[in-house]
Each structure stands twice: as C-alpha cells, then as structure tokens.
C-alpha cells in the first residue's frame, strides 16, 4: 500500500499498517490476494473473464485491486477498479479503495467523489467511514475526519476500531489538540498495546509532560515491535538522559549512530542539541 505522508513522531509507516486492513484484503501480499481471487472464483464455479454473477466478479476484482493498491501499483489497481464497478456500480467497497487511490496519486476531487459515493451507498460502513476519515484529514479538515472515524468505531461490527482511535489521535495532533489526541492514542492502546503508531505518538506526549518512566515504556515498545526509525532512536535516547540513566542512553545513542548516521537526529545527537 503507498500511504507516503508526513508524521507526528513515527506516523509515516505506521499509517500504512493502520490503513492495510482497510482496503479489502487484511495483511495480505499481492500474490496472497492473487491466489485468494482466483480460489474464491473457483469455489464460485467462475474463472476469472469468464461470464460469472456481477457481485461475485466484482468481489474477486475487488480483492486483486486492494492487493495491487498495497504494493503501490495504482496503475493496475485502477485498472481492477473499472473492472469492478463495470460488473455492480452499487459495490461499495470498491469505492473506498478507489478514493485511495485517488487521495494517494493527489486527485482530491476524484477521491472525494468517491468516498462520497461510496458513502451514499454504505453510509454505516466502518471502512469506508475510517478511509473517508482519513483523507478529510489529510485535506485539512481535521475537525470533521473526527466525526467519521468515530462512526466507524460505533459500528459493533467493525473489527478494527483501535486503528481509527490511532488515526483520529493523529489529526486530533494535527489539529494541536494534544488532550484530544492523547485519549485517542489511550483508547487504542487498551485495545491493542502493541499498535505502534498510538505508541510512539504517546510515548512523544508522555516524555513532553515529563512522564519519563510511561514514556520509556512506551518508545521501548516501539522499538522492539517495529524497525525502529532515527526519530524514535532519538526519542530513547533523550528520554534516558533526562532520567539520567547514562548506560542505557550511551546503548540508544550507538543505536542511533549505527543505524542513522547521516539522519538529522544523529547531527543532533553530534551536537548536543538535545531540547
């Protein structure tokens, strides 16, 4: 998937894992996807190309083109897309990942035109509702992306809703309203203590109010779940200085430098430019 925005602390990769589920096919690589189309075609007696009934030919495309969405193929995916809503125009899932794909190649009319359509047909549809989110932040209008994040949380279907509290926590950020925020990243966390974007965003907030020990915790998470990035390897290493633990600082700061060398956190760390 190619969801490439700027972040708050950690925010870039970590998006891309709280949108993966969001497109049709859960953590799954383009091949898996393949495999899962074609065997949900066969078990429906069609072959893809072949005449089969109009939902079944659009759920099987559907799947192809979130998997080509995921690996960052738009071209291809768009392609899938047209194949989908030329068999049912009323499939509303495929309507999401065609705002996706709109919102990441930077066509925001295309894309608002889609959620919206897809909207009108599942207007309680918890993706939709989160994907439609999502881009209403990134286009500014932090404010509103709330109210629909949030009724992707109240749907009691939707399996996912720590990924909208990790995001809505995000533009409530954007937005610079921390107390917000915070409660969003909270929220998620009780659901999943291991969803790295709500981690490292609270452990951000957490070492700024001075709650030193949570914040540890929390980046000391990060860090082992995911790679971890230069921001959040500086993070560690600030966090150990202020509470003056000068063996476990001196380990993050040679992290730091092994693994960032030319980043601006390591010219920081070269400097002393600590605050």
Not at 38 to 43: P, Q, R, T, V, Y
């Amino acid at each position: 998937m190619s969801y490439r925005h700027g972040f708050q602390l950690g925010l870039g990769a970590a998006v891309l894992a709280l949108l993966a589920g969001c497109a049709g096919s859960p953590g799954t690589s383009e091949s898996m996807a393949m495999e899962t189309a074609a065997n949900s075609a066969a078990d429906s007696g069609a072959i893809i190309g072949e005449v089969s009934p109009p939902r079944d030919r659009a759920r099987v495309h559907n799947e192809l083109a979130a998997a080509y969405y995921e690996r960052g193929n738009m071209g291809v995916a768009l392609e899938e897309l047209r194949i989908v809503l030329a068999a049912d125009p009323s499939y509303a899932p495929a309507y999401s990942i065609l705002g996706l794909v709109h919102m990441d190649l930077k066509e925001y009319p295309q894309a608002q035109e889609a959620f919206e359509r897809g909207l009108r047909i599942a207007p309680n549809d918890p993706d939709m509702n989160h994907n439609y989110g999502w881009f209403l932040c990134q286009t500014d209008r932090e404010e509103l992306s709330l109210r629909y994040f949030l009724a992707a949380i109240k749907n009691p279907l939707y399996p996912s809703p720590q990924k909208s509290y990790a995001l809505a926590g995000a533009c409530a950020l954007r937005k610079g309203n921390e107390s917000a925020a915070r409660d969003y990243f909270e929220r998620a966390l009780r659901l999943d203590p291991n969803l790295p974007m709500a981690l490292v965003n609270l452990a951000q907030m957490k070492y700024r109010a001075g709650e030193l020990s949570a914040a540890r915790g929390l980046v000391g998470r990060y860090n082992q779940i995911v790679e971890p990035t230069a921001e959040s390897l500086w993070l560690a290493v600030r966090i150990e200085r202020r509470l003056g633990d000068r063996g476990a600082e001196i380990k993050q700061s040679a992290e730091l430098r092994r693994r960032f060398p030319g980043s601006k956190e390591h010219e920081d760390l070269v400097r002393g430019r600590f605050e």
